[in-house]
T-cell receptor
Framework: AQRVTQPEKLLSVFKGAPVELKCNYS??????LFWYVQYSRQRLQLLLR??SRESIKGFTADLNKGETSFHLKKPFAQEEDSAMYYC????????????FGRGTSLIVHP | DTGVSQDPRHKITKRGQNVTFRCDPI?????LYWYRQTLGQGPEFLTY????????KSRLLSDRFSAERPKGSFSTLEIQRTEQGDSAMYLC??????????????FGPGTRLTVL
């Protein structure tokens, strides 16, 4: 069975500090992974996909198959990065339905 | 607002009552998804439609839950004989799916259900 683990419920940093939100997954096939973000009072939205290899709002995430990880990183956190972040793994099949982790709340202090 | 809309945004009901939620997807989107999110957890998949066909249902969707998308546009999710464990945020999402390729889901604001 596939599983997404986000070990930290809360991550608190100061503005300008580096951020790493951890995500580990278990999946026997070839994984497709995503990060979603939900800002306060806003909707859940896609942040990035590992396949696209993009940097979105300064965030990057690299798939490490050896460690089965997909950590989200940003070198210098900004206050506007404060949000809930969910790591997600595409379920088997063609429907692109994600299995979500429980989420990590990132708080960036001024 | 041309995004996904959900109604009502909040619902408080007594145990044993039936409730119905509505989701209006982005107009040209052919796929519509329902998720449930309980406190401290990520969203969990419940079911999805392609046009009016319900293509998949999660094991989370007990017999008390039923979803419809009669004309391939809006969808309703009904919960019969609600239980306190049904208290959660119910999220709807929609996407424009083309065969075999990635389709981004766009989420609605959710309906928060509280069962007393």
């Amino acid at each position: 069975a596939q599983r997404v683990t986000q070990p930290e419920k809360l991550l608190s940093v100061f503005k300008g500090a580096p951020v790493e939100l951890k995500c580990n997954y278990s999946y026997s096939g070839s994984p497709e992974l995503f990060w979603y973000v939900q800002y306060s009072r806003q909707r859940l939205q896609l942040l990035l996909r590992h396949i696209s290899r993009e940097s979105i709002k300064g965030f990057t995430a690299d798939l490490n198959k050896g460690e089965t990880s997909f950590h989200l990183k940003k070198p210098f956190a900004q206050e506007e990065d404060s949000a809930m972040y969910y790591c997600a793994l595409k379920r088997p099949g063609g429907s692109y339905i994600p299995t979500f982790g429980r989420g990590t709340s990132l708080i960036v202090h001024p | 607002d041309t995004g996904v809309s959900q109604d009502p945004r909040h619902k408080i009901t007594k145990r044993g009552q039936n409730v119905t939620f509505r989701c209006d997807p982005i107009s040209e989107h052919n796929r519509l998804y329902w998720y449930r999110q309980t406190l401290g957890q990520g969203p969990e998949f419940l079911t999805y439609f392609q046009n009016e066909a319900q293509l998949e249902k999660s094991r989370l969707l007990s017999d008390r839950f039923s979803a419809e998308r009669p004309k391939g546009s809006f969808s309703t999710l009904e919960i019969q004989r609600t239980e306190q464990g049904d208290s959660a945020m119910y999220l709807c999402a929609s996407s424009l799916a083309t065969s075999g390729s990635y389709n981004e889901q766009f989420f609605g604001p959710g309906t928060r259900l509280t069962v007393l």
